[in-house]
């Protein structure tokens, strides 16, 4: 029902917040991840302002309105998704922006989410590391070491100083998970978690990953436990039983999932995440009623995850004919999709899924 929208303004990661021009309809400001409120209250007052005054620094007017048409640009280039362009803009204003700007922060996050989409993972880490000291104390911190960290750990296993930095994000995204001053809510502590856990997961580190994954599944357990309502405790679904896939227990996810799907007996999410965890656990009757059930609430795209994970089920549980059917399916729905709800790096995986049925490799 969205297409439209979604192909106009798209989206690079959830969560986004966009302020869209009236009379242009363009993106002029755009926050991509979790926010505190009173980041998105400064970043909404800086979106109502006049882009000639908008987050201007204390400093001579010519400085200040050099800077925000600077700024003016970067933003445009970030809100038609010129990646290496809004990086390279974003960039020349951190280079010359006075101490206790204001904008920092979100300029910051826009920055590093920048050179996350351009692909420039060198770049971000580095950016991060000269990013952190500006933002202590301030919640993007745990923003910007948790994508710094990322890209640290996607470079070349030899590429110079990568130790290095992995090593100084690492416990920059420590600082950040124990700081109070923060205020970062509990899903994004868990993002948090997530890095740190892929960083020494890379690191080949098991021991250290035992003990992150252990309080990792605390802070969300407590966290799920202590929601006042039903749809508070059902945003740590997902992290939950990524946690509990991860420690080979996905039994532990069913529970929580059963009362989600109680709860919200006409949304998708439960009852596609029961398919999961009963795959998981080799219970493919199971999760074939629950991937059953899910199908019907689906829509657009996010059917297209469904069905996939259905095609393993069937493959998994001896019924590969149905696989192949069920991915033949998959095919015909994503390219009757919109513009834009699909990338054609899915096309390609949910094809190669679908022929290396069609072409089992022999086995040796």
Known sequence: GNAATVAKFPVGAWPSMYVIDPQSETISFRWTGGATIDQLLKFL???R???ATASAPPAS?????SLSAQ????DRLNGVASWDAAANAY???VAKAPAGWTALPRVADAYLFALLKADRAADCAQAAQALLPKLAGNPSSATVAASGLDCAVELPADAAGRAASIAALEKAAHTALIDPRLGIAADDRSGLYISLIGARDNSKDEAGKKQLIGEWIALLESSAAQAP???AR?????HRLSAYLEIGEPQRAIPML???ERDFPADYNPPSRLAVSYRAMKDYPRALAASDRALPLAYGPRRLGILRTRAKIQAEGGNPAAAVATLETTVKEARALPAGQVSERTLQAIQGELDALLHPAPKT
């Open 258 to 260: 059963e009362a989600s």
């Open 61 to 65: 007017t010519t400085q200040a309105s």
């Open 71 to 74: 700024l003016a640009e970067a």
């Open 234 to 238: 059902a945003v740590f679904d997902s």
């Open 91 to 93: 960039a020349a204003i």
């Open 49 to 51: 302002a006049k882009p």
């Open 229 to 231: 309502t039903p749809a």
């Open 45 to 47: 007052d800086e979106a």
